[in-house]
């Protein structure tokens, strides 16, 4: 069964740092990952998505993700945070063949000025 | 176009009542996913519908139910209500539930049960 393992439950960081959130993934066969969003007091937005092809996969909001299949990660990383992206961030891995998402325990990220 | 569209939005509840969840997924999505979201428990898949069926189901008790209606709307049902149904309850689209969709999620349902 696929599982997936958020890290940090908590990461802060100053405004204009970057930032990484660790994601890994367990599954026995071929994945499709995603990264979400989601503000207070509301649902979730897909950031970006790796379903094949370049392992480098550029989101909205200045994000980006490596998948690194070896190490079965797709971490997370924004070069300069603003305080905006303050919210709750969910990496998720669907396996093929099936409808439903299995999503790690979040990562909050506090960026402070 | 509209986006996911989840009623009502908060709702408060007493053990062993039952409730009823409305989901109005995007023109066009006929795949409707139910989510379960808890600070215990993270998000939890509950149930997935595709023209009225559904396809997939996650480890969730019978109290927990679920249908679609023709013109795609969801609905979820939980019966016998208990405290630790309390939650966000999440309802995401797609147009056909494919594997490599974009999933378009719905604000939530924040259920309390008293």
């Known amino acids: 069964a696929q599982s997936v393992t958020q890290l940090d439950s908590q990461v802060p960081v100053f405004e204009e740092a970057p930032v990484e959130l660790r994601c890994n993934y367990s599954?026995?066969?071929?994945?499709?990952l995603f990264w979400y969003v989601q503000y207070p007091n509301q649902g979730l937005q897909l950031l970006l998505k790796?379903?094949?092809?370049?392992?480098l996969v550029k989101g909205i909001n200045g994000f980006e993700a490596e998948f690194n299949k070896s190490q079965t990660s797709f971490h997370l990383r924004k070069p300069s945070v603003h305080i905006s992206d303050t919210a709750e961030y969910f990496c998720?891995?669907?396996?093929?063949?099936?409808?439903?998402?299995?999503f790690g325990t979040g990562t909050r990220l506090l960026v402070s000025p | 176009k509209a986006g996911v569209t989840q009623t009502p939005r908060y709702l408060i509840k007493t053990r062993g009542q039952q409730v009823t969840l409305s989901c109005s997924p995007i023109?066009?999505?006929?795949?409707v996913s139910w989510y379960q979201q808890t600070p215990g428990q993270g998000l939890q898949f509950l149930f997935e519908y595709f023209s009225e069926t559904q396809r997939n189901k996650g480890n969730f008790p019978g109290r927990f139910s679920g249908r679609q209606f023709s013109n795609s709307r969801s609905e979820m049902n939980v019966s016998t209500l208990e405290l630790g149904d309390s939650a966000l309850y999440l309802c995401a689209s797609s147009r056909t539930g494919t594997e490599n969709e974009k999933l378009f999620f719905g604000s939530g349902t924040q259920l309390s049960v008293l």
């Open positions: 790796y379903l094949s092809g370049s392992t």
């Open positions: 599954s026995s066969v071929s994945v499709y």
């Open positions: 023109s066009g999505h006929r795949s």
């Open positions: 998720a891995v669907r396996d093929t063949g099936f409808q439903k998402l299995v």
